[in-house]
C-alpha cells in the first residue's frame, strides 16, 4: 500500500525534528522517518550550545520551555593561550541576548517529546530509506518497518539525514557542487560528573594543543582536547586526559576540578559543503548539506536556521501555491553556511597547534590571538560571529 503525506522528513535529528514540528505549527503534514532507535537518538551526545536565534526559535515553536528553565546562560568566553587569560564578553560586544547552555540530546527529547503528544508520524528504526522521483511534484520514499516494505508518495522530501545519510547522495554528482577540508587533528570529548559554578567557557591553547571547557549543567561538565586524527580512545585512559586537561587549562590561580568521567570519544575535524541545498522535489538541510568542525559551535544552530528558513519556504509553496521562497531557499541559507563555514575554520586555526605548523606560522598565530583580545574591532567580530549573525 502506498501511504501519502505532504512532507517526508528522513532524519530525526535537530534539523528533522524542528522542520516537523514547525510544519506542524502551520498545518502541514509530514512523516519523520528515522533510522536510528529512539534511545539512541535521546543518548546520542554532540553540541551544547545555542544561539540567542536558536533559542528564540525554539520558544516561538512552543519546545523551550524546559530549555528556559534548565538551560544556562553564558553571556562570554575566555580565550587562554600560552599563560594569557582574556575574557570576551560576546552578548554585550554584539548587543544581543546571551547563548544558552542546553545539550543536542535535551532538544532531540523535547523535539520527539512534543511531536508524540501531537500525534504526528514519527517512525523510529525505518530501515533502507531510498528516495525516488526526485524531478517530478510527487517523489517517492521506500522504506522498511517492522519487516515489512513501504511507499511513502509526497510533495516534498526534506534530507535532514546527516552527513552520512541517503539523501544527498541520491543528487547526480553533475548537478551538485562540493567543497571540503579535513584537519590534522580531532578531538577527544568527555562528560564528567564536577560542579562548576562559574557560567564561561574557557576556548584553551598552549604548546601541548588545544582543549575546552564547557557544561551541560551545573553538576555536568563537557571537557576536549586536542588528539591525533586517527587516535584510538584506548589510548586515552582518563588519568592520561586528566593529566592533558590541565595542562592546557590551568592558569595561575586557577585550576580544573576532576570528576568522574560517564562518557568519552573521539570526533573527528570537517568542514564540507554541498551546494545547492536543493534537487528537484528533494531540499536538504543540516549537517545532510555541510559540516562545521565544533570549535565556533555552529553545527546545531546552523541545522535550526536552516529549518527555519524551509518551513517558511514549504508553507508558501504547499499553502499558497508560491515557489519564491523554495526557488530561493539554497541561495537564502547558503550565505548563512558560508559565514559559519569561515568562523569555524577561523577559530579552528586560531586555536589548534597545526603538527604542519611551523616556528613562523605559529608566531602569526599567537600575534592573532593577540590581536583579537586586545582590538575591540576584532574583539566585536569575534563576538558578532559567535552569537550567530542576522543574515
Ligand atoms: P544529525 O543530528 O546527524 O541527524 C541526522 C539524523 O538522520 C538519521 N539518519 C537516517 N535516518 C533515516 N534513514 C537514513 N538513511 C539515515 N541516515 C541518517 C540519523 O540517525 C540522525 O538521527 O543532523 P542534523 O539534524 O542536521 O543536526 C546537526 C547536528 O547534529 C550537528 O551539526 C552537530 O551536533 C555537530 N556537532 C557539534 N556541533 C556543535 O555545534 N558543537 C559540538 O560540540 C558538536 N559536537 C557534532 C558534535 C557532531 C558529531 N557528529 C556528527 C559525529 C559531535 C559529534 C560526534
Ligand atoms: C560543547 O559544549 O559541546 C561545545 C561548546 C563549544 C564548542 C563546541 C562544543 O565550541
Known amino acids: 500500500m502506498v501511504q501519502t503525506t505532504q512532507v517526508a522528513i528522513i532524519g530525526a535529528g535537530p534539523a528533522g525534528l524542528m522542520l516537523g514540528r514547525l510544519l506542524e505549527l502551520q498545518g502541514i503534514d509530514s512523516v519523520i522517518l528515522e533510522s536510528r532507535s529512539r534511545e539512541y537518538c535521546e543518548a546520542r551526545i554532540r553540541a551544547g550550545i545555542l544561539e540567542p536565534g536558536t533559542r528564540r526559535t525554539l520558544i516561538e515553536a512552543g519546545v523551550g520551555e524546559r530549555m528556559a528553565r534548565e538551560g544556562i546562560l553564558h553571556g562570554g568566553v575566555h580565550l587562554r593561550f600560552y599563560g594569557e587569560d582574556h575574557y570576551i564578553p560576546v552578548d554585550e560586544l554584539a548587543g544581543t541576548e546571551p547563548l544558552t547552555i542546553y545539550g543536542q ?11 508524540i503528544a501531537g500525534g504526528a508520524p514519527l517512525l523510529f528504526e525505518a530501515e533502507d530509506v531510498t528516495v525516488h522521483e526526485l524531478s517530478s511534484d510527487a517523489p517517492l520514499v521506500r522504506y522498511s518497518h517492522g519487516g515489512q516494505e513501504h511507499q511513502l508518495r509526497c510533495r516534498v522530501i526534506a534530507g535532514c539525514d546527516g552527513f552520512h545519510g541517503v539523501c544527498r547522495q541520491s543528487i547526480p554528482s553533475e548537478a551538485q557542487q562540493t567543497w571540503q577540508r579535513e584537519y590534522p587533528f580531532a578531538w577527544l570529548g568527555i562528560m564528567a560528573e564536577i560542579f562548576t559554578p562559574e557560567d564561561e567557557l574557557i576556548y584553551a591553547i598552549n604548546e601541548r594543543g588545544f582543549a575546552l571547557r564547557s557544561m551541560r549543567s551545573r553538576q555536568l561538565s563537557r571537557l576536549y582536547i586536542q588528539v591525533e586524527p586517527d587516535e584510538d580512545i584506548a589510548n586515552w585512559p582518563d588519568v592520561r586526559i586528566w593529566e592533558e586537561l590541565h595542562a592546557r587549562l590551568a ?13 568519552k570519544g573521539i570526533t573527528p575535524m570537517r568542514s564540507f559543503v554541498a551546494a545547492p541545498m536543493r534537487h528537484g522535489s528533494l531540499f536538504l538541510a543540516g549537517d545532510a548539506a555541510h559540516i562545521v568542525p ?7 544552530n ?10 517558511r519556504a ?10 519564491t521562497l523554495s526557488d530561493s531557499y539554497s541561495h537564502d541559507c547558503l550565505r548563512r553556511v558560508w559565514r559559519a563555514q569561515h568562523f569555524s575554520w577561523w577559530m579552528t586555526q586560531m586555536l589548534h597547534r597545526d603538527p604542519n605548523d611551523d616556528a613562523y606560522g605559529r608566531e602569526l598565530q599567537r600575534s592573532q590571538l593577540q590581536y583579537v583580545c586586545s ?3 576584532a574583539r566585536r567580530s569575534l563576538a558578532e560571529n559567535y552569537v550567530g549573525l542576522e543574515l
Do not use: F, Y
Open 251 to 263: 592558569t595561575p590561580g586557577w585550576s580544573l576540578p576532576e570528576g568522574p568521567v560517564i562518557e
Open 302 to 311: 546552523l541545522a535550526i536556521s536552516d529549518v527555519s528558513t524551509l518551513a
Open 294 to 300: 565544533p570549535t565556533g559551535a555552529k553545527g546545531l
Open 314 to 323: 514549504l508553507c508558501a509553496l504547499l499553502k499558497d501555491g508560491d515557489a
Open 375 to 377: 582590538s575591540p574591532a
Open 105 to 115: 540530546t535535551e532538544v532531540v527529547k523535547d523535539l520527539i517529546n512534543a511531536r
